[in-house]
């Protein structure tokens, strides 16, 4: 047995501060909110964060079929701790331990606590090789300290796991002693001190070598075991120190990286970093094979694999650290990134929000509403992101993609220049050695030149504006004031803002349902007034999405987004990616959806108004076919996707990303002209694509046959009185059924489209 040296008073407290702040040791040997079993029957368990505190496990392929069964029979669990083929766990609502072997259903005569135990409640639990101990004492109560039961797991005759109490670990020095917490290795347990120092005990502790280091002044922030080894980070010094067998924590992260979490394998350790919550590995493993560019909340190991709970959507990540060995498929299930406490959380740490998290619009991730999860601050980003919001008491820092920084303050993190984009700004003393070479005269042209460049691009972005919405150089009085206003778009092109998750929270009520202004398969989305005074449309990923749509994937939806601008697009505005969300901001359209005017009650709208609907919707489709490189595809065009802005100009959204293929693309670019087409006879006939009061239901089946028989004046809804010319409205007709053509290659581009939907409307004819 070896004992740290007394630690003075101001340590202990220090001692304290930091279990509380940074507590955050996962994975065999210790206890957290993810952990492992080892040997053989290696399998994962996390808490999830469905805010029931219900376990999910998953393992190779040779176990993960019963799996499931398994994990359906464990009570909700406080935190995770695995041995060699068994877990633990202290439950949620009595503190009380609960083991159950890593491939077996639990039951009654199948949990792996001895009966004298099985009443007790404890705060804290480790398990080793085949032994577990645990701290006296509730898990939610004020007292953070007890004395320790140990008992251990043994195998039968049949191969089956059983308890009993131990001699080999309860001896009578440790009956008396108090600690804070314990990890637990291959026939040992440590235990920080109430009163300062660490101590360990068992069989092999005096394999750990010279545990006892009369210096030590500092206390432990983290603490982990492996099978044979011990690894801490000391809270003040923040130095990473570890004993026993030094095959498994050789080439230690250097001292200046900060360690926050740790996790212990076979022959190898692994730690989650302080600044960017990046994972660093080290001991006998493949270096290599550690994800890089990801941050990490929490991490557990096994004999040969390491799996962490992603910081941007609490999703599961494996990684094997011996290729020899099965790979693992962590489930898609969004799991809890720490521990549910009682005490508030400290310096350098935000309070994990999850109530906008997914659609059950979630308070908590614990069972108790007065409990909350403490999640360590981040300082920095991976590389190929930026610092674009520092931590808060409620929000950890927020990191965006290089391809997004616009300006100054992130071109030295990204490696970037001015020069390397548009010259956005000159520095003084380059000015300054202009005047002094070229002269006033040369600057004073250069100064008459710039304006009338400046003039010049003014005049041709009203003219592009004009092109944009279709409009004659001079329009004639009859028409609408409405029709002839141009939508301004509220932001500059590729200058997405960042919003933080909290403004956005605050501008929707909550994500009140009050505030909702329509839903689909993506998520919701609402109408939201930020602090500035400005409304606009947050458009909220659901759960679903979130899991099956990786960072870089939505990365790259914002990079091609934030390229879009054009009058006949609803425009983003910018995005917020805070605790796993996904969150867009557009320009809000009062006017609501082309659907609900046709279709919902709204104003009907008039024949000019239609027409010229008709014409900016296909100038805005064009522009997604033509203008980005490569295309965009909708893939979902209909009435309500087409919005109606403050001055009633027509604008597409909820548009798709890119052809899969060069090969598909013509043929979904064809899918989108059916669509419009569709489109196009609800504008003409004021009925739904599909819809059974009517016979034949099809829109298509039923107009079609008509205009091709020359009688396109029959579809012409009849709720809106008739203009004196309806021949602009047959013209229409006409090009609706070139549209949807049965076969593709026979619709027109959405170009010529939007030509004859454009000459249309500049004739003027409608009345």
């Given at each position: 047995?070896?004992?740290?040296?007394?630690?003075?008073?101001?340590?202990?407290?220090?001692?304290?501060?930091?279990?509380?702040?940074?507590?955050?040791?996962?994975?065999?040997?210790?206890?957290?909110?993810?952990?492992?079993?080892?040997?053989?029957?290696?399998?994962?368990?996390?808490?999830?964060?469905?805010?029931?505190?219900?376990?999910?496990?998953?393992?190779?392929?040779?176990?993960?079929?019963?799996?499931?069964?398994?994990?359906?029979?464990?009570?909700?669990?406080?935190?995770?701790?695995?041995?060699?083929?068994?877990?633990?766990?202290?439950?949620?609502?009595?503190?009380?331990?609960?083991?159950?072997?890593?491939?077996?259903?639990?039951?009654?005569?199948?949990?792996?606590?001895?009966?004298?135990?099985?009443?007790?409640?404890?705060?804290?639990?480790?398990?080793?090789?085949?032994?577990?101990?645990?701290?006296?004492?509730?898990?939610?109560?004020?007292?953070?300290?007890?004395?320790?039961?140990?008992?251990?797991?043994?195998?039968?005759?049949?191969?089956?796991?059983?308890?009993?109490?131990?001699?080999?670990?309860?001896?009578?020095?440790?009956?008396?002693?108090?600690?804070?917490?314990?990890?637990?290795?291959?026939?040992?347990?440590?235990?920080?001190?109430?009163?300062?120092?660490?101590?360990?005990?068992?069989?092999?502790?005096?394999?750990?070598?010279?545990?006892?280091?009369?210096?030590?002044?500092?206390?432990?922030?983290?603490?982990?075991?492996?099978?044979?080894?011990?690894?801490?980070?000391?809270?003040?010094?923040?130095?990473?120190?570890?004993?026993?067998?030094?095959?498994?924590?050789?080439?230690?992260?250097?001292?200046?990286?900060?360690?926050?979490?740790?996790?212990?394998?076979?022959?190898?350790?692994?730690?989650?970093?302080?600044?960017?919550?990046?994972?660093?590995?080290?001991?006998?493993?493949?270096?290599?094979?550690?994800?890089?560019?990801?941050?990490?909340?929490?991490?557990?190991?096994?004999?040969?694999?390491?799996?962490?709970?992603?910081?941007?959507?609490?999703?599961?990540?494996?990684?094997?650290?011996?290729?020899?060995?099965?790979?693992?498929?962590?489930?898609?299930?969004?799991?809890?990134?720490?521990?549910?406490?009682?005490?508030?959380?400290?310096?350098?740490?935000?309070?994990?929000?999850?109530?906008?998290?997914?659609?059950?619009?979630?308070?908590?991730?614990?069972?108790?509403?007065?409990?909350?999860?403490?999640?360590?601050?981040?300082?920095?980003?991976?590389?190929?992101?930026?610092?674009?919001?520092?931590?808060?008491?409620?929000?950890?820092?927020?990191?965006?993609?290089?391809?997004?920084?616009?300006?100054?303050?992130?071109?030295?993190?990204?490696?970037?220049?001015?020069?390397?984009?548009?010259?956005?700004?000159?520095?003084?003393?380059?000015?300054?050695?202009?005047?002094?070479?070229?002269?006033?005269?040369?600057?004073?042209?250069?100064?008459?030149?710039?304006?009338?460049?400046?003039?010049?691009?003014?005049?041709?972005?009203?003219?592009?504006?004009?092109?944009?919405?279709?409009?004659?150089?001079?329009?004639?009085?009859?028409?609408?004031?409405?029709?002839?206003?141009?939508?301004?778009?509220?932001?500059?092109?590729?200058?997405?803002?960042?919003?933080?998750?909290?403004?956005?929270?605050?501008?929707?009520?909550?994500?009140?349902?009050?505030?909702?202004?329509?839903?689909?398969?993506?998520?919701?989305?609402?109408?939201a007034a930020l602090a500035d005074g400005r409304v606009v449309a947050v458009k909220r990923a659901n759960a679903a999405t979130i899991i099956h749509t990786n960072n870089r994937d939505f990365e790259t939806e914002l990079e091609i987004l934030c390229k879009i601008r054009h009058c006949n697009v609803v425009n983003l505005l910018g995005y917020c990616a805070e605790m796993g969300e996904r969150l867009l901001v557009y320009e809000y359209m009062p006017h609501g959806t082309l659907y609900d005017h046709l279709h919902g009650g709204l104003s009907p709208l008039t024949w000019s108004l239609r027409l010229k609907i008709a014409m900016q919707a296909a100038k805005g489709l064009e522009y997604l076919h033509k203008e980005p490189v490569p295309p965009i595809v909708h893939n979902d065009l209909k009435s309500s996707n087409i919005l109606l802005d403050s001055e009633w100009g027509a604008r597409i959204s909820d548009f798709g990303l890119l052809a899969s293929s060069d090969k598909d693309l013509n043929g979904d670019l064809e899918s989108d002209v059916y669509n419009f087409g569709i489109v196009?006879?609800?504008?003409?006939?004021?009925?739904?694509?599909?819809?059974?009061?009517?016979?034949?239901?099809?829109?298509?089946?039923?107009?079609?046959?008509?205009?091709?028989?020359?009688?396109?004046?029959?579809?012409?809804?009849?709720?809106?009185?008739?203009?004196?010319?309806?021949?602009?409205?047959?013209?229409?007709?006409?090009?609706?059924?070139?549209?949807?053509?049965?076969?593709?290659?026979?619709?027109?581009?959405?170009?010529?489209?939007?030509?004859?939907?454009?000459?249309?409307?500049?004739?003027?004819?409608?009345?």
């Amino acid at each position: 047995m070896q004992i740290l040296t007394a630690l003075s008073f101001s340590s202990f407290f220090l001692l304290l501060l930091f279990l509380f702040l940074f507590g955050n040791a996962h994975g065999f040997g210790s206890m957290g909110p993810i952990s492992a079993s080892f040997g053989r029957d290696e399998v994962f368990c996390s808490i999830d964060a469905s805010g029931k505190q219900d376990v999910i496990c998953w393992g190779n392929n040779a176990t993960s079929p019963s799996l499931s069964a398994v994990a359906n029979a464990i009570p909700a669990m406080s935190a995770l701790s695995g041995g060699e083929g068994f877990l633990c766990g202290i439950l949620a609502n009595t503190s009380q331990a609960f083991c159950w072997s890593a491939v077996t259903k639990p039951s009654a005569d199948l949990i792996l606590v001895p009966p004298a135990y099985r009443n007790t409640a404890y705060s804290h639990i480790a398990a080793g090789q085949n032994h577990v101990c645990a701290v006296k004492g509730s898990y939610f109560a004020d007292r953070d300290s007890g004395t320790v039961d140990c008992w251990e797991i043994t195998k039968t005759a049949n191969k089956t796991l059983t308890a009993k109490q131990s001699d080999k670990f309860n001896d009578q020095l440790m009956s008396n002693l108090e600690v804070k917490r314990v990890v637990s290795g291959e026939g040992f347990t440590c235990g920080e001190v109430n009163d300062g120092g660490l101590i360990c005990w068992g069989p092999t502790s005096e394999n750990l070598g010279n545990i006892n280091i009369s210096n030590v002044t500092d206390s432990f922030a983290v603490l982990v075991a492996g099978r044979s080894a011990v690894c801490g980070v000391f809270n003040v010094s923040g130095e990473l120190k570890c004993w026993g067998d030094p095959v498994s924590y050789s080439d230690p992260p250097l001292d200046s990286v900060r360690l926050v979490s740790l996790s212990a394998g076979a022959n190898h350790f692994c730690g989650v970093r302080m600044d960017n919550h990046e994972v660093e590995c080290w001991g006998d493993l493949n270096s290599s094979v550690v994800p890089k560019g990801n941050g990490f909340m929490a991490i557990a190991s096994s004999d040969f694999t390491t799996c962490g709970i992603r910081e941007d959507d609490l999703l599961l990540d494996c990684w094997l650290v011996n290729a020899s060995k099965p790979d693992f498929d962590p489930p898609l299930e969004l799991s809890s990134p720490g521990l549910c406490r009682a005490s508030e959380c400290g310096v350098d740490e935000f309070a994990f929000n999850v109530s906008v998290l997914n659609e059950l619009a979630l308070t908590s991730l614990c069972v108790r509403e007065d409990l909350r999860i403490c999640s360590p601050c981040g300082s920095n980003c991976s590389k190929g992101y930026f610092l674009s919001s520092e931590c808060t008491r409620n929000a950890d820092r927020v990191c965006t993609a290089c391809s997004l920084c616009q300006n100054s303050s992130c071109f030295n993190v990204c490696g970037l220049h001015s020069s390397s984009g548009l010259h956005l700004h000159w520095h003084w003393h380059d000015l300054r050695k202009w005047v002094v070479i070229v002269g006033c005269p040369v600057l004073g042209f250069l100064v008459i030149l710039l304006c009338g460049c400046l003039l010049m691009v003014r005049k041709r972005s009203k003219k592009q504006s004009k092109s944009c919405m279709g409009k004659p150089d001079q329009e004639d009085d009859h028409v609408n004031v409405a029709l002839n206003s141009t939508p301004s778009v509220n932001s500059c092109p590729g200058v997405p803002q960042v919003f933080r998750l909290s403004e956005l929270k605050d501008a929707t009520n909550g994500f009140k349902e009050f505030n909702e202004l329509g839903r689909g398969s993506y998520g919701f989305v609402y109408k939201a007034a930020l602090a500035d005074g400005r409304v606009v449309a947050v458009k909220r990923a659901n759960a679903a999405t979130i899991i099956h749509t990786n960072n870089r994937d939505f990365e790259t939806e914002l990079e091609i987004l934030c390229k879009i601008r054009h009058c006949n697009v609803v425009n983003l505005l910018g995005y917020c990616a805070e605790m796993g969300e996904r969150l867009l901001v557009y320009e809000y359209m009062p006017h609501g959806t082309l659907y609900d005017h046709l279709h919902g009650g709204l104003s009907p709208l008039t024949w000019s108004l239609r027409l010229k609907i008709a014409m900016q919707a296909a100038k805005g489709l064009e522009y997604l076919h033509k203008e980005p490189v490569p295309p965009i595809v909708h893939n979902d065009l209909k009435s309500s996707n087409i919005l109606l802005d403050s001055e009633w100009g027509a604008r597409i959204s909820d548009f798709g990303l890119l052809a899969s293929s060069d090969k598909d693309l013509n043929g979904d670019l064809e899918s989108d002209v059916y669509n419009f087409g569709i489109v196009l006879l609800e504008v003409l006939s004021g009925r739904k694509a599909y819809d059974r009061d009517y016979t034949p239901s099809n829109m298509v089946e039923w107009a079609v046959p008509l205009i091709k028989q020359g009688k396109g004046a029959a579809i012409i809804d009849r709720y809106v009185a008739l203009p004196r010319n309806v021949e602009p409205l047959l013209k229409l007709a006409d090009i609706a059924e070139l549209a949807v053509r049965e076969r593709p290659s026979e619709r027109p581009p959405m170009s010529d489209i939007a030509s004859w939907l454009e000459q249309i409307v500049k004739d003027g004819l409608i009345l």
